[in-house]
């Protein structure tokens, strides 16, 4: 007799399947409640791929790519579709390098083989043909030597290199059609799913992937160039190569070595030398600059930065003044709320923005502006006497959630504004396959920081990434084009760092919480990474900012 387990999905509905049944089977009996193709699956708080079989009572949900894990999923059984069609139109020696995020996308590059428009035409259509092929994504677990031997036999060296580090005995390797690769990250069950994507020539061997977003998941967003941006990346790119480091086998090695000081004394070079350039530019603008706004994502930076460039302004002759957007916050019982009733301290409504506007005004003139301090524990602006008055030389420094868009500082004349766009765009790749998000590096600072200065655990932080994320789409991101410069605040070496402080703190969330899956991602994300000690980290570090000791505290 076939022995029957119950499945219980979304903690309301339960249901009886024969044992050994797949989740592919079993999300075909709830693929009515989604709006796109379900791609994977957490059973048991585990994430699983849909190709697993049940062989015990257990607790499913599923996802489409309208989610934060699904979306993931999605995106890197595009990437090894990408990988194969350029294989199947250029041939073996022609290898996809997957760079970092653009705009809706990711800019890539192949390398071994000249392309143009027409090629990027010919590889998207046959990505397309491999989807109607209906493909399974194969999973198998292989021995790390036996991996290591059969990538050196393809010449995909980048891989060997970075299984040197991985102390794992077995590695989980993928097949797609006659393609064999390494992914950090499940994978869908058929490329028959991933009907949505578009490439884009950009300019000499680059083209940018794009496919549906988290925001956007019914279709692809037509992809706009960011030069500012993208020549950041360049930037980043460029200063890896001046030491020798182009994904994280490379840091691997100098750290392995003990070697890594040189890497830190560059990168922190670097950044300060973007600090250098953002005052030079200032300078050169010298009696028209008044107000320097400074904007980014969470996690990015923003403190340390505003703070050194006022010692890089200092030393050109500049006096600087900071004005916190915090301070102009209408008083509590005016703050807009959100649908379920929960004040929205994060909307531009939440500032009152007509005064803000009028004591920039006043300050331009050169009146002297008693200032306003908001006492967030009453809830209400108070005026405490201190007051504000520029000079010639002044200048006053307002880094915030929503520096960059215009309607913060509607009144005030562009030519008087500066605007400074901040975030750690990471350039430095596992390999030539798996890159690192920006958002990851964001993560764990903001973990280590929430920890040692908010007294908040790995788990409290990740359930409030979500809405942190949805907070920056709606009021970050939008106005990045604003700037008229961008600083880099990505140090190449840094996740050596951050692993010392960050993997304690994520062995310490608990199975059963919603947030567990992600840390266990976190943690595997961190085991590509050799340690690096915080010893040498300069005192001015914007890196201090995430693991204490800045000289800027």
């Excluded at 499913?60 to 999605?74: A, E, K, P, Q």
């Excluded at 992914?183 to 490439?199: G, H, R």
């Excluded at 949805?470 to 760092?497: H, K, M, R, T």
């Excluded at 010392?500 to 590509?528: K, Q, W």
């Amino acid at each position: 007799m076939e022995r029957m387990i119950k499945v219980e999905y979304k903690n309301k509905v339960i249901r009886e399947f024969p044992e050994n049944t797949t989740l592919l089977e079993i999300a075909n009996s709830f693929q009515n409640e989604f709006n796109f193709p379900i791609l994977v699956a957490k059973v048991d708080n585990v994430v699983e791929e849909l190709a697993y079989k049940i062989t015990k009572k257990c607790e499913i949900d599923f996802y489409d790519r309208s989610s934060v894990l699904g979306h993931t999923v999605y995106s890197h059984g595009v990437h090894f579709l990408l990988i194969v069609a350029v294989k199947k139109v250029l041939g073996n020696e022609a290898e996809v390098i997957i760079q970092h995020s653009i705009d809706k996308g990711v800019y890539c590059e192949i390398v071994g083989k000249e392309i143009n428009k027409e090629i990027i035409r010919k590889i998207e259509d046959e990505m397309q043909k491999i989807v109607k092929q209906d493909y399974n994504f194969v999973k198998m677990s292989v021995s790390r030597k036996d991996a290591m031997s059969f990538f050196k036999r393809k010449k995909q060296l980048d891989k060997v290199e970075v299984f040197k580090y991985i102390s794992n005995t077995y590695i989980n390797l993928y097949r797609l059609d006659e393609y064999y690769d390494y992914f950090f990250s499940e994978m869908p069950y058929s490329t028959s799913v991933l009907d949505e994507f578009k490439l884009i020539y950009i300019k000499d061997n680059g083209f940018v992937l794009s496919y549906p977003s988290i925001y956007h998941p019914k279709d692809t967003e037509d992809y706009s160039h960011h030069k500012l941006l993208f020549d950041a990346f360049l930037d980043y790119t460029n200063m890896g190569k001046t030491v020798g480091i182009s994904n994280v086998a490379d840091l691997n090695k100098i750290i392995s070595i003990g070697e890594y000081n040189d890497v830190i004394q560059l990168a922190e070079a670097n950044y300060n030398s973007q600090l250098a350039k953002v005052a030079d530019m200032i300078y050169n603008k010298m009696g028209k600059v008044k107000i320097v706004l400074l904007a980014g994502p969470s996690s990015s930076g923003k403190t340390t930065t505003a703070r050194k460039l006022s010692v890089y302004l200092k030393a050109r002759g500049f006096k600087t003044h900071s004005i916190s957007t915090d301070d102009y916050f209408v008083n509590r019982v005016d703050t807009p709320k959100k649908p379920n009733g929960e004040y929205d301290f994060e909307s531009i409504k939440a500032v009152d923005i007509d005064l803000f506007n009028k004591h920039l005004l006043k300050l331009l003139d050169g009146d002297k502006v008693e200032l306003p301090e908001f006492n967030f524990v009453v809830g209400k602006r108070e005026y405490n006497g201190k007051t504000l008055q520029l000079g010639d030389s002044d200048i006053v420094i307002i880094e915030g959630l929503h520096a960059l868009n215009p309607d913060l500082t509607l009144a005030i004349d562009d030519v008087n504004k500066f605007k400074i766009y901040i975030s750690p765009l990471t350039q430095l790749n596992i390999d030539n396959h798996n890159r690192i998000h920006t958002s990851d590096t964001r993560r764990l600072r903001r973990i280590i920081r929430d920890n040692k200065y908010r007294g908040r655990s790995a788990a409290d932080t990740l359930r409030l990434w979500k809405n942190i994320l949805e907070g920056e789409e709606e009021y970050v991101f939008p106005y990045q084009n604003e700037a008229d410069i961008i600083i880099n605040s990505a140090l190449i070496y840094e996740i050596g760092v951050l692993k010392v402080y960050a993997e304690p703190l994520l062995f310490s969330v608990n199975e059963d919480d919603e947030v567990y899956p992600e840390a266990i991602r976190l943690i595997n994300f961190l085991r590509n990474f050799l340690p690096i000690p915080s010893d040498d980290v300069p005192k001015a570090s914007v890196l201090r900012e995430f693991i204490g000791g800045s000289s800027f505290h």
